[in-house]
Each structure stands twice: as structure tokens, then as C-alpha cells.
């Protein structure tokens, strides 16, 4: 594989995505047809169907041998494999969406032997575009679509700071998680936990974190711990489109990612339990020691 041209991919992901980005705002979540999947707060619209469609049948076009997993055409017992394989999402934060909340993505990412290579995360409506090649680093493009910088957009390397401050402990972190659409078990008595530990007063046991954010999109959420705007986002429930193309993002920005679950560093791209931290000259595995403290004995039961 040694002989793949990452930047060739990479450039027909971005073209792909900005198409895609325009599918996007000329729908309106008013007018589509919006069904369910495990449950009501798990939804899925005709708009996510139909860039499914365009981005499979253009990567297909293009890169006929690659493999494809995507959110809408997935059906269980799919494997992410060692093969060269484009992970995605068409519209990643599917509720923020519907409900009209600038705050969505088309997620494509390229794994190889199940790793992250590139990542493309395009949110079309504050028109900010992250992407990385492994090796590369980590970039933000902004308003390109716009016409800022003649149209090349204006590009900042990430993490955002040219100076990252060292994580000093939970308790100066600003940590996004999120609610999911699993509502009960033990999937949800460990979140609700975890959420009420992460943010109670030292005092009375808890990591007294700055505050919990919820962007509503993992990719989303990643790519903010990428540029530095978070310190830590822990999920469990998402998929691996949810968070292929943001972690070759977090990863080319200095990031970790460990597992949402206590005692493994190197979780797989499919294990559906995540926990990120930003790029710091500091502190990150204590950051995630402190917050695997914070589960304590609680386990997140996701299926991969
Ligand atoms: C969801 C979002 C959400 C996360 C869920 C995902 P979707 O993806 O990423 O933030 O909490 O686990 O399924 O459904 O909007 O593509």
C-alpha cells in the first residue's frame, strides 16, 4: 500500500465533500421525509440517503477497488477490514440537522489496516473545513466556499495555538461528551454517572471539570479537540464512520485517543468507546488516567 497517493485522495475527498456541503444547505429540514432507526431519537432523513449516494457512487467512480462503509448502507455483521477503505458518515449530527442547528458535517475518512489515513470534515454551514494526511498534519480551511482569501479560504494549522498550555487535571478541562440515543441500561446509568461525577465540586468527590459541551456530532467534537478548543471528548455508542476522518484529524494535531472504557490505549477503529485528548507538550495520559478514575468500575457495553 506503500504506493497509495494520499494527496490525490485527499483532494477528491474535499472535492466530494464540498459537493456534497451544498447538497446539504440546499435542503430544508422542514420539507424532507425524516424516519427512525433503533429508536426516536435515532434519525435519519432522505437528505442523509441521498449524499450517501453521491459520495459512494463518486468514490466508487474513482477508486473502484477500495472498500466502502458508510452510515446508511451499513448492515450488521459489516467488517472493517485491513483493506484500503473509505469510512463515512454523509451527515454527521443528523439531529442539529432537522432541528436547524449550524452544527453538522459530512465525515469521510480513508482507513488502512483499520487506521485512519486521511480525513476530511466539511460543516457546511459555518463553511470550516478539517482535513489531515497521515504524516501531514492537521489543517482548518475557513470560508473557502465563501470567497475569504480569494477563495483559497484562510488556512490554520492545527491545534489552533502555536503553544498548547500543558493539561493540568480535569478540573481546568473543558470536556464535550454526549447523550447518544441509547436512553437506558447500562449504557446509560454509566454516562449519567460519569456526567454527574465530571462535573460535581471536588468536595463531594467530583473532577469539578470547566464545563460538559455537546456539539452534537462526533466528528464535530473531534475535530474541536484537534484545533484546541476542547481538551477531552469521551463517547461511547458512536460508530466508526462517527469517528474515522476526525481521528486522522486529532492524531496529525498531537492528540490521543484512548478508550472510553478504562485500561486500553489503543482502541480500535470499530470499538465504538472513545476518549480524546487534545495535543499538549503535557499531561495527556494523566488526563486520561484522571478520567478513567472518574468511570471507576463502570463499563460502557457498546457491541462493535
Ligand atoms: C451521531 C452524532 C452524535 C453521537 C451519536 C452519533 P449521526 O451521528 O455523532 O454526536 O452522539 O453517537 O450516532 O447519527 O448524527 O450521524
Redesign the pocket.
Known amino acids: 500500500m506503500a504506493d497509495l497517493n494520499l494527496q490525490e485522495i485527499q483532494e477528491t475527498l474535499i472535492s466530494v465533500v464540498r459537493e456534497a456541503g451544498r447538497m446539504i444547505m440546499s435542503a430544508n429540514p422542514t420539507d424532507i421525509a425524516t424516519g427512525t432507526k433503533l429508536n426516536s431519537a ?2 435519519v432523513t432522505e437528505t ?1 440517503k441521498a449524499v450517501e449516494t453521491l459520495v459512494s457512487s463518486r468514490l466508487s467512480k474513482a477508486y473502484p477497488s477500495f472498500a466502502f462503509i458508510g ?1 446508511e448502507t451499513y448492515k450488521p455483521g459489516m467488517q472493517v477490514t485491513a483493506a484500503p477503505t473509505f469510512i463515512v ?1 454523509p ?5 442539529n440537522f432537522v432541528h436547524g442547528l449550524p452544527e ?1 458535517c459530512v465525515s469521510l475518512g480513508f482507513a488502512i489496516d483499520r487506521v485512519p489515513a486521511v480525513g476530511v470534515v466539511y460543516n457546511p454551514y459555518q463553511d470550516k473545513l478539517y482535513t489531515a494526511i497521515r504524516g501531514q498534519g492537521a489543517f482548518l480551511t475557513l470560508g473557502a466556499a465563501w470567497g475569504l482569501e480569494g477563495g483559497k479560504g484562510r488556512v490554520s494549522k492545527l491545534p489552533l495555538s502555536k503553544n498548547p498550555a500543558p493539561l493540568a487535571g480535569l478540573d481546568t478541562c473543558l470536556v464535550a461528551a ?4 441509547t436512553r437506558d441500561g447500562v449504557n446509560y446509568d454509566v454516562k449519567t454517572e460519569v456526567f454527574r461525577k465530571l462535573c460535581a465540586s471536588k468536595e463531594t468527590g467530583g473532577a469539578m471539570v470547566h464545563s460538559i459541551r ?6 464535530l ?1 473531534l475535530c474541536a479537540v484537534a484545533a484546541g478548543q476542547l481538551d477531552v471528548y469521551w ?1 461511547g ?3 466508526a464512520w ?1 469517528v474515522c476522518a476526525a481521528w486522522a484529524i486529532l492524531r496529525e494535531a498531537g492528540g490521543i485517543m484512548a478508550s472510553g472504557n478504562p485500561g486500553d490505549w489503543e482502541p480500535a477503529i470499530d470499538s465504538r468507546k472513545y476518549l480524546a485528548v487534545r495535543g499538549a507538550p503535557a499531561g495527556q495520559r494523566e488526563i486520561v488516567e484522571e478520567f478513567w478514575k472518574v468511570i471507576g468500575d463502570g463499563r460502557m457495553e457498546y457491541e462493535s
Open positions: 435515532d434519525i442523509d452510515e458518515d451527515i454527521d449530527g443528523t439531529t453538522a454526549e447523550w447518544g440515543s455537546s456539539l452534537g456530532s462526533a466528528a467534537n463517547e455508542g458512536c460508530w462517527d
